[in-house]
């Protein structure tokens, strides 16, 4: 009996396959993750070794910051929702913490 194909996550997108970079694509959505990448970007321009590489890494890492603070806006005029994924739903049940 052949195994059945592993499908994408419907509550986080996310692909079974860890080499589907489209599925990588679509799980960066946070502007933690953004910054994150700028200073990922900061560090390779600061170990480059040509003035070129490093102008092009610095670019690239304020897009970075570019886009964090954009998402960082939008998240501020939309709200963010959170949700935990159904599975943890389903284990822990609908609990709400009174602190």
């Not at 079974?16 to 990448?37: C, H, I, L, Q, W």
């Amino acid at each position: 009996m052949p195994a059945a194909p592993l499908r994408r996550c419907d509550f986080c997108n996310v692909s079974p396959n860890p080499f589907d970079s489209e599925a990588a694509a679509t799980d960066m959505t946070k502007d933690g993750d953004y910054r994150r990448n700028a200073a990922e970007t900061i560090e390779l321009a600061s170990r480059a070794a040509s003035t070129g590489d490093k102008g092009h890494l610095l670019a690239l890492a304020e897009k970075w910051l570019d886009l964090a603070d954009r998402a960082h806006r939008l998240t501020r005029r939309f709200g963010a929702t959170q949700r935990n994924h159904p599975l943890v739903d389903a284990k822990l049940g609908d609990r709400t913490d009174a602190q």
